[in-house]
Nanobody, 123 residues
Framework: QVQLVESGGGLVQPGGSLRLSCVAS????????MSWVRQAPGKGLEWVAT??????????DYASSVKGRFTISRDKAKNTLYLLLSNLKPDDTAVYYC??????????????WGQGTQVTVSS
């Protein structure tokens, strides 16, 4: 059974930090690239970061809006994807989701998404 379970979000002041986690199961996590995307209130999905599979060096790539502030990583043994968010800004407020890259996991012919984790940056 495919599952993506995101956690770690919360309310943080501008300039603060959070670490998001995504526990994956039901597919070959260690052989695929994984991404974080986010959805701000009233907006569409925005790509945040991607990491290659361990066999290709677990190399991260970032949207220009988060480069230098966010760090993507993965733990093969724990089937877990991480996103370290630093120097947070109000514009980072969104629900954050993880998924396979470049195409989302499919279940019964439909794109599968976890519940996401809410990040709110506000003073």
């Amino acid at each position: 059974q495919v599952q993506l379970v995101e956690s770690g979000g919360g309310l943080v002041q501008p300039g603060g930090s959070l670490r998001l986690s995504c526990v994956a199961s039901g597919f070959s996590f260690s052989t695929v690239a994984m991404s974080w995307v986010r959805q701000a209130p009233g907006k569409g999905l925005e790509w945040v970061a991607t990491i290659t599979p361990p066999g290709l060096g677990s190399v991260g790539d970032y949207a220009s809006s988060v480069k230098g502030r966010f760090t993507i990583s993965r733990d093969k043994a724990k089937n877990t994807l991480y996103l370290l968010l630093s120097n947070l800004k109000p514009d980072d407020t969104a629900v954050y989701y993880c998924n396979r890259d470049p195409r989302p996991i499919r279940v019964n012919g439909n794109d599968y998404w976890g519940q996401g984790t809410q990040v709110t940056v506000s003073s």
